[in-house]
């Protein structure tokens, strides 16, 4: 599959001094400052590992200013030290003279982690600013004049626009990252060269975001068939005209307060789209802690909906082992019971056993898979909000700008090692 910008395996990185982009943003104790979770850090490790030998100045940062968790980078360097069996080290600055002296003195195979790049103005102000601006910043300026090539592996960040992510690549040949590669590629198959019959399993609380997906995949032609479920399940119910029920309603309306307009949107989606969004045809309901079967014709429900029950788990099972392209965000319930986790369980379970191509993603979604072990999923992406963002169709500003480098700098130009 042809990529419209340079991967690493393109460009000469070898004995080079290489600027890589990551995100390394993790959950942090503010009290002590330690690292809770070593996810992003161990996913660039291996990033990392599959770069041939260079000097590697890297970039990244921690939250945003204001938050408790806003830090600097000092403890991420010692822990993606101890994830790569090498030292990394931590140089407090990003383009002042320390900074420029540290990287003069680099050896091949030596790795450096900059400070936070959103302690520095330029990187928070200019935030979703035009690439053209990000390029003029002076952070671009000063380290492009002291590395050879760029590399963003952040694809976390791939939708937002920042000097960090998207300046360099109009100054020095710049590259997609192994895992921001292995993230595009998996995309680019299910959104661009899908195998039939394609279908999307939306679910969880996040309905503004699965609405907007929905939308983009269906009238886009990407896939044949949205299987809803969740509270995503419950707004299609309430949009065909079914009366949830004063518990469900209420909570709707309390967790997601622009409901009227995504209730609207569900029913123009089901009108547009006759046949192809299903929706739960049998619930399980919280009676008390009591799991407890209902149907549509049995609404409204006294009691709030927790799951899905056996005929829709068969009914959408099948649809999914059977499909060879699925797109899968989101639980069936509220799968943290045990009482009501049959429904996402065995879904995704469904999912692992397809003979299709998957791409799946979320916080509690891998949270399940990781839970389950499965082990059959196509592609179980890192994004959160970049995932949404690709798979409603929004320009990414990271592969734009990676498009334009390889535009400015062909092949037969890039220098090799001297």
């Not at 030596?110 to 790049?117: A, H, K, P, Q, S």
């Not at 939708?159 to 921001?180: D, E, N, Y």
């Not at 929706?279 to 009691?303: H, Q």
Request: charge should be negative; aromatic fraction near 6%.
């Amino acid at each position: 599959m042809l990529l419209p910008f340079y991967t690493t395996k393109d460009l000469p990185l070898e004995d080079r001094t290489v600027l890589m982009r990551v995100d390394m943003n993790s959950p942090i104790n503010p009290d002590t400052g330690e690292i809770l979770s070593m996810k992003r850090i161990e996913e660039h490790a291996r990033s990392i590992k599959k770069l041939p030998a260079c000097k590697l100045v890297l970039l990244a940062h921690q939250s945003r200013p204001g938050k408790k968790d806003f830090t600097g980078l000092s403890a991420h360097a010692k822990a993606l030290s101890k994830a790569l069996d090498r030292e990394v080290t931590f140089i407090d600055g990003l383009f002042n003279a320390q900074v420029l002296e540290a990287i003069a003195k680099m050896k091949k195979g030596d790795v450096i982690l900059l400070e936070n790049t959103r302690f520095f103005a330029e990187d928070v102000d200019l935030d979703d600013s035009p690439i053209e601006t990000q390029e003029r910043t002076h952070i671009v300026k000063v380290l492009s004049k002291v590395c050879d090539f760029f590399v963003n592996d952040a694809f976390s960040a791939v939708h937002r626009s920042q000097p960090t992510l998207v300046g360099f690549c109009g100054s020095i040949p710049s590259c997609a990252g192994p895992s921001m590669e292995n993230e595009l590629r998996a995309l680019v198959r299910v959104m661009e060269e899908p195998a039939r019959p394609s279908v999307a399993l939306l679910g969880g609380l996040k309905v503004d975001d699965s609405i907007k997906v929905g939308e983009h995949l269906l009238n886009s032609g990407i896939i044949d068939k949205l299987l809803t479920v969740g509270v995503v399940g419950s707004m299609f119910q309430w949009a065909a005209g079914y009366d949830l029920g004063i518990p469900n309603v209420n909570f709707i309306r309390s967790e997601i307060p622009e409901c009227d307009v995504l209730l609207e949107k569900c029913r123009k989606m089901l009108e547009q789209h006759p046949g192809k969004v299903l929706y739960p045809e049998d619930m399980a309901i919280n009676k008390n802690g009591e799991r407890v079967r209902t149907t549509l014709d049995k609404l409204p429900a006294a009691y709030p909906i927790h799951d899905i029950e056996l005929e829709t788990i068969a009914k959408f099972s099948n649809i999914l082992k059977e499909a060879m392209t699925i797109i899968a965000n989101g639980p069936a319930g509220v799968f943290e019971k045990p009482e009501f986790s049959e429904g996402t369980f065995e879904l995704f379970r469904a999912i692992n056993d397809s003979k299709g191509y998957s791409v799946m993603g979320g916080g509690e979604t891998n949270q399940v898979i990781k839970q389950l072990k499965l082990t059959n999923i196509g592609h179980v992406s890192t994004g959160g909000g970049a995932l949404i963002s690709y798979l409603t169709g929004q320009e990414m500003p990271v592969i734009t700008a990676l498009k334009r480098s390889k535009e400015k700098f062909p092949l037969n130009e890039v220098s090799q090692p001297q």
